[in-house]
């Protein structure tokens, strides 16, 4: 029963991880798109809301639960499948926390040019370079993590 109760734990706050972050970069995405600063701001403040209402909360439950269901079902931590998820897991964090980091950033450049009357600031667009290019190897990792999650390959 508490293998199965964890596994519903550990799938849901997966599905939470990936949508919420597939969610939000598309969002982000669309709205620079429109180069319209008052859509601009409304998608990064609430996407800098969404990561720590979902994705946080997902990134601290995932390696528990995920380590509670090795130890309830037997797996040597060990197995390389394993260790694979566990640094797929680290790559996903090192790009995530940085990706977190340039939305609070971006968004606070926007409200300042909303506020100041002036044109989006060449930072900003530095910002969302890096912000977009941190994304792809993030998503993969997790795109890769859900295989080995499934697979179990030896």
């Not at 998820?85 to 980091?101: A, D, K, N, Q, S």
Request: aromatic share 18%.
């Amino acid at each position: 029963m508490w293998y199965l109760i964890l596994k519903v734990i550990h799938i849901i706050s997966s599905t939470i991880l990936f949508g919420t972050g597939l969610g939000s970069a598309f969002y982000l995405w669309r709205a620079h798109q429109t180069n319209n600063l008052s859509v601009m701001s409304f998608a990064t403040r609430n996407v800098v809301i969404a990561d720590w209402a979902f994705t946080t909360p997902a990134v601290i439950i995932q390696p528990l639960t995920g380590i509670l269901l090795v130890y309830v079902v037997g797996y040597p931590v060990s197995s390389m499948w394993l260790v694979l998820t566990y640094l797929l897991f680290f790559l996903t964090g090192l790009c995530w926390l940085p990706v977190v980091w340039l939305q609070i950033k971006m968004r606070d450049l926007l409200q300042q040019a909303i506020e100041a009357k002036t044109p989006i600031p060449a930072k900003y667009y530095d910002y969302y370079r890096i912000w977009f290019m941190l994304g792809w190897p993030a998503f993969l990792a997790v795109i890769i993590i859900f295989f080995l999650m499934v697979l179990k390959p030896t």
